[in-house]
């Protein structure tokens, strides 16, 4: 008889201000503070069970089983042994996950599936059906956030909604995760242009490490403290043209340092230098209000108010056609349900 299935949702997260580059590789702690809009539509749901009668994990991917050669496979079990080592949990687990986008569309779902791994792997070793229950055997959303963080660094942010902050603190041990106390309920649509794809060359884990051997990633961590607080300010007073100018300059700081890395990292494609070209063009003489941020890859987010977002889906579509979008927006955070695997997604 196997005990209680539990169903973890966990959205990706964009960020605003970019996390790049490490200040202690072992702990994970990063180089500068990170901010981040929570997703609302890209996530990924994992769905876990204790076992009895298995001595291994048993991962699948929807329905299919995945081999332990798969790197997917791999990601999970270096996950599932962290959390094993650092909460004393043993038992297998029978995990089951998908991700509600496109997978292999080139957009990182290491964040969302990380995310969801804790939240799933935790509830199921607790037995624990609500946030609270995890609370009471002392995994509350702040130690879910620094658990999942050790899994991808931009996972933490992904157990929170809203605006979520990163902080780095003065030490790898008090670095924290939680939500901006301003903004929660100002929401931006996110548009996702898929522009590629292709998984990246250089994977952020790698990337991370590069980071300081850029002659910008000194004078990049140096000007974070002063960016963030300008950022802040623009989310309290929902100075959205600010934010975006500043959500921009952000993002092409960050593929600065990485083309100046040693051995360099582009992750951007033409496409992507003529999309954003095209998209401030169309904000200077149209008056489109839309600003792009862009991770690890070569897709481009484009950032809007709610009441603009049919304009610049139109025009994106118009300009555009060869490129799908996924349509997102700020969202409330990961969820948590009992479930056995027939009332699942699963099924
Ligand atoms: O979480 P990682 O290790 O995949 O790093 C994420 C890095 C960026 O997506 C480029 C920036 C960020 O803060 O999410």
């Not at 332990?68 to 791999?74: E, G, L, N, Q, T």
């Not at 901006?180 to 790698?206: F, N, R, T, Y």
């Amino acid at each position: 008889m196997n005990s209680l299935g539990f169903e973890a949702t966990a959205p990706s997260n964009i960020a605003l201000l970019k996390y790049w580059g490490k200040a202690a590789a072992a702990d994970q702690w990063p180089a500068n503070d990170s901010l981040s809009m929570t997703l609302q539509t890209s996530r990924t749901v994992t769905w876990a069970q204790m076992q009895n009668d298995t001595r291994e994990d048993v991962l699948y991917w929807e329905r299919t089983r995945l081999p332990s050669d798969d790197p997917r496979a791999k990601k999970i079990q270096r996950h599932l042994q962290w959390l094993r080592q650092n909460t004393g949990f043993a038992k297998p687990l029978r995990i089951h996950t998908y991700n509600t986008f496109p997978t292999g569309c080139g957009i990182a779902s290491s964040a969302s599936g990380m995310a969801a791994l804790t939240v799933a792997a935790l509830a199921a070793w607790t037995q624990s059906d609500q946030w609270d229950r995890l609370k009471t055997h002392g995994f509350d959303r702040s130690t879910l956030a620094q658990f999942a963080r050790m899994g991808s660094g931009s996972a933490g942010r992904s157990l929170f909604g809203g605006y979520v902050a990163w902080n780095k603190n003065t030490s790898p041990t008090n670095q924290s995760i939680a939500p901006l106390p301003v903004g929660q309920d100002w929401s931006l649509v996110d548009l996702i242009v898929v522009i590629s794809h292709e998984a990246k060359a250089i994977s952020s884990s790698a990337g991370h490490e590069l980071a300081a051997t850029s002659p910008l990633f000194a004078p990049r961590v140096a000007g974070i403290a002063e960016r963030r607080q300008q950022m802040e300010g623009a989310i309290r007073e929902r100075d959205f043209a600010a934010l975006g100018l500043l959500m921009e300059i952000d993002a092409l700081e960050m593929h600065s340092v990485m083309m100046t890395m040693t051995p360099p990292a582009n992750y951007l494609l033409p496409a992507t230098v003529e999309f954003i070209s095209w998209l401030r063009e169309k904000r200077h003489q149209q008056g489109l209000r839309a600003y792009f941020t862009i991770d690890a890859g070569p897709n481009v987010h484009v950032l809007c108010e709610p009441s603009q977002a049919a304009l610049v889906r139109y025009a994106i579509q118009q300009q555009f056609p060869q490129f799908s979008l996924i349509d997102d927006a700020m969202g409330h955070g990961p969820t948590l349900t009992a479930k056995n695997l027939q009332e699942s997604h699963f099924a």
